[in-house]
């Protein structure tokens, strides 16, 4: 079985921080982009940042300058550092990634994870 393992979510106040985490796991053969979605209520899931294998990074315009998104490839890990939080990043955030398994024939196939709840209350 390949999954994606979300963590770190939780309540905070508006300025700020939490750190997710996301772990690829199961027979892995390798990893091409990773990313972070979100999903606020009653809204449509919309990018938040994204990272290629070779740490190519591209950011929603709504987070740039307070997220950070960064891999560990050895740990087939993505994080994201979410500064500054405002009560509008209240949402469910995704992680996801395209992985490339042997339970698939190596192709590559896109991931999601779970979800994890982030709630930043003003």
């Known amino acids: 079985q390949v999954q994606l393992v979300e963590s770190g979510g939780g309540s905070v106040q508006a300025g700020e921080s939490l750190r997710l985490s996301c772990a690829a796991s199961?027979?892995?053969?390798?990893?091409?982009?990773m990313g972070w979605y979100r999903q606020a209520p009653g809204k449509q899931r919309e990018l938040v940042a994204t990272?290629?294998?070779?740490?190519?990074?591209n950011y929603a315009e709504s987070v740039k300058g307070r997220f950070t998104i960064s891999r560990d490839n050895p740990k087939n890990t993505v994080y994201l550092q979410m500064n500054s939080l405002k009560p509008e990043d209240t949402a469910v955030y995704y992680c996801?990634?395209?992985?490339?398994?042997?339970?698939?024939?190596?192709?590559?196939?896109?991931?999601w994870g779970q979800g994890t709840l982030v709630t930043v209350s003003s």
């Open positions: 996801n990634a395209d992985i490339s398994s042997s339970r698939w024939f190596f192709q590559y196939r896109e991931l």
């Open positions: 199961g027979f892995i053969s390798s990893i091409k982009d």
């Open positions: 990272v290629t294998n070779r740490g190519t990074t």
